[in-house]
């Protein structure tokens, strides 16, 4: 767990860093280490942030959703956005996850968890969830985390990539494929592919320090980077990356009815993190290059759970005499490393294996056991409660090569591949202590009958073939076979094509199915949470208490993608795209199975779970994952921009983008009991907790030096269905209430300077008009404190942040 000395130490650090500063360190002309050629790093289709030099005329190379080495976004077959790394780094968020919510409008978070889902910076596409994302570094599969997110809400039950864990300085962009893509990448690309491209410089040295604060007082927020190219004897480059950031607490929570501050949980959790990275290639000989990439991240960090009044069941007098507040660590180590060769003989080719890990120890302090405590008199305050890891080992082969076939207007593109991995998934038992009765506060421990060894292995393969059928009309197909151990085979296909009628207009569309296996911890996390008046037991779908409440075996989900668009340039300098988009998925898995009373208290027993005295029987709830609904998801993604010219004043880059997403559920599955999987709660954490709409408009004035950025988000209504606390109907897992979230407006604010060639500074806030959430009804505010729906995935609710930004290159 953190000390005091430990973060004052770090802040000390990051302070004698932040004496020095950045400028971005993208390169023109040079290669991507996935080998695509870029001209410039600053075009995108979400909004152009102020940055040195950046023009949005200039245009991107990608290498996502395409096989064709001189693919542009605006020339995609598919909806595509790059954000660059200046980009991040001006939106004045500390983190990827944070800074992708500001710039792209089909991207949202949770606002805030507890306990061990505090502590995962994840992000969603589309209205769907994490899982349903696929996240590429350099173009290869990064393994996810091994924390299970433990909230109810959308999020349930997921185990994404952290973006959190791979250091920011280390990105040169980000390409967001806004499509399906299964029958490109495999498993989990339904909502669409984030792929981070990372730095490639050959020289240089770069310095980032952003530095903040919340308009409460709280939330001290500090982010230290450095960056070094070095070139390799003119053969390849080697870049190194360095991030150390600190987080302190925020306390959004109120004061309970008779006026006490005890409660400390509704907040951001504290948090050290220190992570590097490196970028490399190197030309073996002239047709061979070896390339390498790897990053590791050590996390520590707390979060407040919900408190103990010093009397009552949860009570340990003699310990706590004025009550307690429990804390919950993780301690994190993630790494991943790749390493490959490449090359061109008759075939391009690229032979590459990546191996990724995620180890947390969660543990608990400032708690106890009040089953030891009523045995002994005593009980320990600090317990390790399991340790959770996550593995990934993905190798793949892929060949590539042009054919020119004189009937069609250009050559077939021919790409084709076969990749193996090997996934492995634990939660590993806990003291003894902390599972004994019934268990430490806040989190039940991990016993041995309830740890799990799970593993599988994947193999696939892939065919991809493209051309231009007619001068204007591109094509490409795509196919794909995947076979699990644990689970059922895959086929999926997809058909992309683009007409351009014009240089000033052009219309696309896929269509595409596509596949999602079950998550190794979706098929075996079983776990249960102990609050101060309520239990919660997530039970292993296959285990005999879950076949007791209906449960079945996971299988995929699978899903059935449309898209149809229009890339507009009307003006010289204006560029529009319109993406239409519907994807559907049947045999989705959810959390479902919500069984409560003297049927959950039964299915818990017999998983050896002791439940507390003192809780009502309506407040003991079991649940499992399971197939339990089909959905229909459509929405419309808009994006322009333009660049107006005021002459001896500069120039005004414009933007504006919109999401319209609207999720449905067209079937629900009935449990092995014949009841329904899904209550009125969990489908509307489906169809109605994410913004029906997202707008962000706004500009960069670039003058001389100054550079002045003013943006507009605003959040669509949506709904929570929220939980009865108190009065009659509460626990009822039947009747909830509807509670509209109204539109919400942020406002973000930049001014940067330029010092020199050199130095660069910027003042900034983000949602400086100290927007939230509406509070909830003191009937749904769990333990009189809980104000705001935290699974709601608009705006957060920390309120206005306010920052300072300085760098420089040298």
């Not at 939330?219 to 230290?224: A, L």
């Not at 002994?376 to 082969?397: C, H, L, M, V, Y």
């Not at 994947?458 to 051309?467: A, H, Q």
């Amino acid at each position: 767990m953190l000390r005091r000395s430990v973060f004052l130490a770090s802040t000390m650090l990051c302070a004698s860093i932040a004496n020095a500063t950045d400028v971005s360190s993208e390169n023109v002309g040079t290669r991507s280490a996935s080998g695509a050629k870029t001209r410039s790093h600053h075009t995108a289709q979400v909004r152009p942030v102020a940055a040195k030099h950046s023009h949005a005329e200039d245009e991107q190379l990608i290498v996502t959703g395409t096989r064709n080495r001189s693919a542009t976004a605006r020339q995609s077959l598919s909806p595509i956005s790059v954000v660059t790394g200046a980009q991040l780094r001006q939106s004045g968020s500390a983190d990827i996850r944070d800074a992708l919510v500001q710039l792209a409008p089909s991207v949202s978070r949770q606002p805030v968890g507890y306990g061990n889902a505090n502590m995962i910076d994840t992000i969603n596409m589309r209205g769907l969830t994490s899982n349903q994302t696929l996240i590429l570094v350099n173009g290869k599969r990064r393994d996810p985390t091994a924390i299970f997110y433990n909230n109810p809400g959308p999020q349930f039950g997921t185990t994404p990539v952290d973006l959190g864990m791979l250091p920011s300085s280390a990105i040169d962009h980000i390409e967001i494929l806004q499509d399906g893509a299964a029958a490109q990448y495999g498993s989990d690309a339904i909502a669409g592919v984030i792929n981070i491209i990372l730095k490639h410089n050959k020289k240089g040295f770069s310095i980032d320090t952003n530095n903040g604060g919340y308009y409460v007082g709280d939330g001290f927020t500090s982010n230290e980077s450095v960056n070094y190219g070095v070139d390799l004897q003119g053969k390849g480059f080697f870049s190194l990356s360095a991030e150390v950031k600190y987080q302190d607490h925020t306390d959004r929570t109120p004061a309970t009815p008779d006026g006490a501050r005890n409660n400390h949980i509704l907040g951001n959790p504290r948090e050290l993190r220190e992570s590097i990275g490196y970028n490399m290639q190197y030309d073996l000989t002239k047709n061979i290059q070896i390339y390498s990439f790897s990053t590791y991240a050590h996390r520590n960090s707390e979060a407040f759970q919900y408190y103990r009044p010093e009397t009552g069941s949860n009570a340990l007098p003699t310990i706590y005499p004025n009550g307690y507040s429990p804390q919950e660590a993780n301690n994190e180590n993630d790494f991943g490393v790749t390493v490959g060769l490449k090359g061109s003989h008759y075939f391009d080719w690229d032979f590459s294996t990546t191996y990724g890990e995620d180890i947390n120890h969660a543990s608990m302090y400032e708690s106890g056991n009040t089953s030891l405590y009523a045995l002994t008199g005593t009980t320990p305050t600090e317990f390790d409660q399991n340790t959770q890891r996550n593995s990934q080992w993905t190798t793949n082969a892929d060949f590539r090569r042009a054919f020119d076939v004189p009937l069609l207007a250009g050559s077939i593109n021919l790409s084709f591949g076969a990749e193996y991995r090997y996934e492995s998934w634990a939660i590993l038992p806990g003291d003894p202590e902390s599972y004994y009765g019934t268990g430490t506060q806040a989190q039940y421990g991990t016993s041995p009958a309830n740890s799990v060894r799970a593993n599988r292995n994947v193999t696939g393969g892939y065919v991809d073939l493209g051309t231009t059928l007619l001068p204007h009309w591109r094509i490409d197909l795509a196919a794909r076979y995947e076979h699990y151990t644990n689970s059922q085979d895959t086929q999926n296909g997809k058909i992309s094509t683009r007409y351009d009628i014009s240089p000033a207009i052009a219309v696309r569309g896929t269509v595409s199915n596509g596949f999602r296996a079950p998550t190794l911890a979706e098929s075996n996390y079983n776990s249960i949470s102990v609050l101060p008046s309520s239990v919660t037991g997530v039970l292993r779908p296959t285990s005999a208490a879950a076949r007791s409440l209906g449960a079945a075996p996971l299988k995929p989900e699978r899903s059935t993608n449309f898209s149809a668009g229009l890339v507009l340039n009307p003006l010289p300098r204006l560029h529009v795209t319109v993406d239409a988009y519907q994807i559907s998925i049947r045999d989705r898995i959810v959390q479902g199975g919500s069984y409560n009373g003297i049927m959950a208290i039964n299915a818990l027993e017999a998983s050896g779970i002791t439940i507390p005295s003192g809780i009502s029987s309506s407040a003991v709830s079991a649940i499992y994952f399971a197939n339990g609904a089909s959905t229909k998801t459509r929405g419309l993604d808009i994006a322009a921009q333009y660049n107006n010219s005021l002459g001896a004043y500069g120039r005004i880059d414009w933007d504006a983008s919109l999401n319209l997403n609207d999720t449905k559920i067209t079937k629900i599955n009935n449990d092995l009991n014949g009841n329904p999987v899904l209550n009125a709660q969990q489908q509307a954490y489906i169809t109605t907790y994410f913004p029906k709409n997202k707008l962000i408009f706004g500009g960069v004035w670039h003058y001389k030096k100054l550079s002045l950025a003013v943006h507009e988000i605003r959040y669509g209504n949506g709904s929570s269905a929220l939980t009865y606390y108190y009065g009659p109907l509460a626990y009822s897992n039947k009747q909830f209430l509807r509670f509209t979230q109204s539109p919400r407006y942020q406002t973000d604010l930049q001014l940067g300077y330029d010092i020199d060639s050199h130095w660069h500074v910027a003042l900034g806030g983000i949602n400086v008009g100290n927007q939230r959430p509406r509070e909830i009804p003191a009937n749904n505010q769990y333990n009189h404190v809980l104000s705001r729906d935290i699974y709601y995935q608009g705006m957060g609710i920390n309120g206005g942040y306010y920052y300072f930004q300085a760098s420089a290159r040298f």
